[in-house]
Each structure stands twice: as C-alpha cells, then as structure tokens.
C-alpha cells in the first residue's frame, strides 16, 4: 500500500509505503498545546516507510529530558506533518490530518498519556488505554 500525503498550501508532500502498525491518539500536554487543545491522531510507522515528495520540512526540537520529539512542519503555513524521537530513531509518526484521505486510518487502538487528558476528551471504548507511554 502507498498512502500520500502534505501541508495545507502544498509545499510539503510525503509518501509512505507499506502498513502502519501503529494507529494512535496521544493526550499528552505538549500533543494538547501542538493541536490546539484535542491531542495527537498519528500513525506510527518505520522511517524507511516515510520519505518526502516534495519540499523540505523546517524542524523543531523544544529543549527538556524525556520523551520530547523533533516535529517536522511546513515552513509556509505551518503544518505540522510529523515526528521522530531520538529514544526511536528507527520510527516516525505522521499526523493523520495530513493524509490525503484520512478515512485510512479508521480510528485509533491504543491512547497514550491519560493522565494528561481533559474532561472533554473522549476516550475510544474499544482502544488499549495507558496512563503514560508503555515501554519499549
């Protein structure tokens, strides 16, 4: 399977080939403040899945210990498109609102960082729940 995908304005575009294991939401307080307040849809995939078409991504790393990705956004409009750990170097997870149809996600299985969410967040009945990230 190869899925496509980019930023709004459409300078940036990506491809990415093969299946995604990982369908996920994540409600940590930085997936919160990047989203605008609903957390992070994403899929979670191999970084030799992922390759950019067209245009190259501006990054951004916010200094801090722990779990704290390098995002990869659209140095036009802004979007951001995906994220790469440095505890992962072998994974990248990609923003499903970026796809081109998104409707290839079909929903996420497994919900991160709980502890974080807010009342307003709802929670999937039929998805693995987790108060933080689970160990590798």
């Not at 459409?10 to 307080?29: H, M, Q, S, V």
């Amino acid at each position: 399977m190869t899925i496509a995908g980019g930023c709004y304005c459409g300078a940036l575009r990506y491809e990415i080939t093969g299946d995604f294991p990982w369908r996920a939401l994540c409600l940590c307080k930085t997936c919160q403040k990047i989203s605008g307040g609903a957390g992070n849809l994403f899929i979670g995939i191999e970084a030799r899945q992922f390759r950019y078409t067209q245009g190259e991504p501006r990054t951004y790393r916010r200094e801090g210990d722990g779990f704290i990705p390098t995002r990869e956004f659209c140095g036009t409009c802004g979007v951001h498109i995906a994220g790469r750990l440095i505890q992962i170097p072998e994974g990248v997870v990609v923003k499903i609102g970026t796809l081109d149809d998104p409707s290839v996600f079909e929903g996420p299985v497994r919900v991160f960082w709980t502890q974080d969410k807010q009342p307003y967040h709802l929670l999937p009945a039929d998805a693995e729940i987790y108060a933080t990230l689970p160990g590798r």
